[in-house]
């Protein structure tokens, strides 16, 4: 099957979505301690996870509509958003070699994107 | 004893900055989260969006599970390295997923897809080079 635009436009999203998962991961591990009240009251951890799942849904129509070696290097933009993200929001640091890294995800996405469409 | 020193050196084995242990567990995620995307591409045919069809769906809620349980083992292998080693590592669950997609799904792969692939692998990997923390001789490990 050729994999429909829309739904490499979805994972693409869901991706970007995706992201922020890790961030809120990462503020939660700052008020994570080992009891229960810790963990059930952490907003952190809870919007981590219901990122996770969120963008975890999104991926499940698009992979209708498409091949799985298409859709699943997509997901692969993630990456370079948690770097973006975390120097917006954790304010970590960006070097070169990461620049890098993320335009390479790109370049990598845009030729698999091509390449679907070749049949 | 001897057995306890034996596996108390297996756990002291490193790389660079990175433990044994932690390398082959990100091994271990990479071939979990590869499993748990096949099944969702297995699942997703028979997957209609009435909630019947979602709770009866066994390879995506199997999918979801070894997904969990990947998810869970790769956070216990960050606490034991460098992510400019482990990144790498997982980044071949990109090439994995092409390979099961091709043999199993009949997926057609060309030129393109695969260049996009390696692209995308050295993307990640350098993500994690990137990340690397400098240490106290001010150079990078």
Redesign the interface.
């Known amino acids: 099957m050729t994999t429909q635009l829309w739904a490499i436009g979805v994972v693409l999203l869901a991706a970007m979505i995706g992201g922020f998962g890790p961030i809120f991961l990462k503020k939660a591990t700052a008020t994570l301690h080992r009891n229960l009240r810790s963990i059930i009251f952490n907003f952190n951890l809870w919007a981590g996870i219901a990122i996770?799942a969120v963008s975890?849904v999104m991926?499940?129509?698009a992979?209708?509509a498409g091949?799985?070696?298409?859709l699943?290097?997509m997901v692969?933009t993630g990456?370079?958003w948690v770097?973006i993200y975390s120097m917006k929001m954790l304010n970590e640091k960006?070097?070169?070699?990461?620049?890098?890294?993320?335009?390479?995800?790109?370049?990598?996405?845009?030729?698999?994107?091509?390449?679907?469409q070749?049949? | 004893m001897k057995r306890k020193d034996r596996k108390k050196r297996i756990k002291e084995i490193r790389i660079g900055n990175t433990a044994l242990w932690a390398i082959l567990l990100m091994f271990l995620t990479t071939v979990l989260t590869s499993t748990a995307q096949t099944l969702y591409k297995l699942g997703i045919a028979d997957l209609h969006f009435n909630i019947i069809s979602i709770i009866t769906n066994w390879p995506i809620i199997l999918g979801l599970c070894i997904y969990a349980i990947g998810a869970g083992i790769m956070i216990i292998a960050l606490k034991g390295g460098e992510v400019s080693v482990l990144y790498p590592i997982i980044a071949t669950s990109y090439l994995w997923v092409s390979i099961i997609s091709m043999i199993f799904f009949k997926e057609p792969m060309n030129a393109l897809k695969w260049s996009g692939i390696a692209t995308i692998m050295i993307g990640v990997s350098l993500i994690g080079l990137g990340s690397r923390k400098k240490t106290k001789l001010g150079g990078v490990i």
């Open positions: 996770y975890t991926f499940f129509p992979l209708k091949d799985l070696s298409v699943y290097p692969a990456y370079a770097s960006m070097s070169m070699l990461k620049w890098i890294g993320i335009a390479a995800i790109i370049v990598g996405v845009t030729l698999i994107g091509f390449g679907s070749l049949g």
